[in-house]
């Protein structure tokens, strides 16, 4: 991936619903500080999350969050992530995303690019063939309230940006259970059957336990 882009001149998240993230505490050390951007030609606004400890502030992700009037115009994306860019998060990453999908209502999705620094696991076990919740990402968007994944890229001529993970918060109660009922059968696959030579394999299972533990959480 190139480098950053920061289109436009930024603001305080003063009286923006991404305000609800400004000050959240991450861990004992870490603090979260938001500023919000332009839009872009779809109307979606550019945001940037900032990790703060008393080190000062690094950038954490650069987003855009869309608000419309159907369930499905509602989403918020991470088009760079960069929690892994210098080694394992240090704080806890599901308390994150566990934020991020507060921010989304029923219906609406949640995005993450798996291109940046850091992400690799996420790749290599994506280009294996796994579902997406056999990986780390995978296993945080189900975190963050997520039923439905799927492995995201779009051909729109130069302008879908980086490979990315793409998960639904379900509509209503009966939809999540059915989608939930799915995954679990498709992950409780994955870890029973044999695992085939190479690195990543045993991974992807890991996720994949991981993963089925928590769904079972939410079904009987």
């Given amino acids: 991936m190139g480098p950053l882009n ?19 505490l991450l861990g004992r050390r870490f603090r979260l500080r938001v500023l919000v951007g332009q839009r872009n030609r779809v109307g979606a606004q550019y945001f ?11 950038l954490l992700a650069l987003g855009l969050w869309h608000k419309g009037p159907f369930p499905s115009h ?26 991020l999908g507060k921010l989304v209502p029923p219906g609406g999705s949640l995005m993450v690019e798996y291109e940046s620094p850091g992400l ?21 968007l189900l975190r963050a309230g997520c039923a439905t994944l799927r492995d995201w890229y779009i051909s729109e001529g130069g302008a879908e940006g980086p490979r990315k993970l793409q998960g639904f918060l379900p509509l209503n109660p009966e939809i999540a259970a059915r989608a939930r009922e799915g995954l679990r059968d498709v992950l409780a696959a994955v870890v029973g059957r044999p695992l085939p030579p ?11 336990v991981r993963s089925l533990r928590f769904l079972q959480r939410y079904l009987p």
Avoid: K, S
């Fill in 6 to 24: 920061f289109p436009g001149q930024w603001a305080e998240a003063n009286d923006h619903p991404l305000q609800f993230l400004d000050g959240r």
């Fill in 198 to 208: 190479g690195p990543w394999h045993p991974r992807a299972h890991l996720w994949a």
């Fill in 74 to 99: 509602n989403w918020l994306e991470l088009v760079r992530y960069l929690a892994h860019a210098h080694g394992p998060p240090p704080f806890p990453e599901h308390a994150l995303f566990a934020l």
């Fill in 48 to 58: 940037q999350l900032l990790l703060e400890n008393a080190d000062g502030p690094r």
């Fill in 120 to 140: 690799e696991e996420t790749r290599a076990i994506l280009a294996l063939g796994y579902p997406p919740a056999c990986t780390p990402l995978g296993h945080l």
